[in-house]
């Protein structure tokens, strides 16, 4: 019944280490987004995708990167990790390109 | 470029009363849509409400209606009847679908506390 959906919802790993956060959708929709959400509630667009295809490429390291297997899926792989990598990551989705997003309930990431 | 902004770090409002949060964005473009979205402290982020610019008449969704003044590029809230599940961020965002950038543009938030 769930439209969006992130695992895991919570993440807890040492510096240095390689995680990866799946996203699914079952809303039809075309186009998937990632964001990140720091302390302070600000949230960044970080990549997004359009039938597959990369649209978005924000300012971000290369230690970040999508993979969309199909067009209900686009998952985050993070290598590297660092302290400044905590934070909420939230998958969204919106039927086509610049169109109302919907929303998953978020992955706090903690790197400690 | 186009930004949001949200003038309002924080607000509280009693149970039952009426509250107004407010946005203000800039942008050149003619053909755009506005939205508010809640993150309750569940995280979740909730979509409120959508106004297309396009459109005069002021979006409503129950409890939760806008006054969208497009000339002055204002984009604000109103909270009728507060309850205690309203309260959480709130985030006013902005996106230009023909633009070519494909990107909402968020505020910082507000932050909404309802009191019994």
């Known amino acids: 019944d769930t439209a969006v959906s992130q695992t895991p919802k919570y993440l807890v790993t040492q510096m240095g280490n390689d995680k990866s956060i799946k996203c699914e959708q079952n809303?039809?929709?075309?186009?998937m987004y990632w964001y990140k959400q720091d302390s302070k509630k600000f949230l960044k667009i970080m990549f997004s995708?359009?039938?597959?295809?990369?649209?978005i490429n924000e300012t971000v390291p290369n230690r970040f990167s999508p993979k969309s297997p199909d067009k209900a899926h686009l998952n985050l792989h993070i290598n590297s990790l660092e302290l400044g990598d905590s934070a909420v990551y939230f998958c969204?989705?919106?039927?086509?390109?610049?169109?109302?997003?919907?929303f998953g309930p978020g992955t706090r990431l903690l790197v400690l | 470029a186009q930004t949001v902004t949200q003038s309002q770090p924080e607000m509280s409002v009693q149970e039952a009363e009426t509250v107004t949060l407010s946005c203000t964005y800039d942008?050149?473009?003619?053909?755009?849509?506005l939205f508010w979205y809640k993150q309750p402290p569940s995280r979740q982020m909730i979509l409120v409400i959508r106004?297309?610019?396009?459109?005069?008449q002021n979006a409503t969704e129950n409890r939760f209606s806008v006054n969208f003044q497009k000339a002055a590029k204002s984009f604000s809230l109103k909270i009728s009847d507060s309850q205690l599940g309203d309260t959480a961020m709130y985030f006013c965002?902005?996106?230009?679908?023909?633009?070519?950038?494909?990107?909402?543009?968020f505020g910082t938030g507000t932050r909404l506390k309802v009191l019994a």
């Open positions: 969204a989705s919106s039927p086509l390109l610049g169109e109302t997003q919907y």
């Open positions: 809303l039809g929709h075309d186009t």
């Open positions: 995708y359009n039938n597959k295809e990369l649209i």
């Open positions: 942008t050149s473009e003619s053909n755009y849509y």
């Open positions: 106004q297309e610019a396009y459109k005069q």
């Open positions: 965002a902005f996106i230009a679908p023909h633009s070519g950038t494909y990107k909402y543009i």
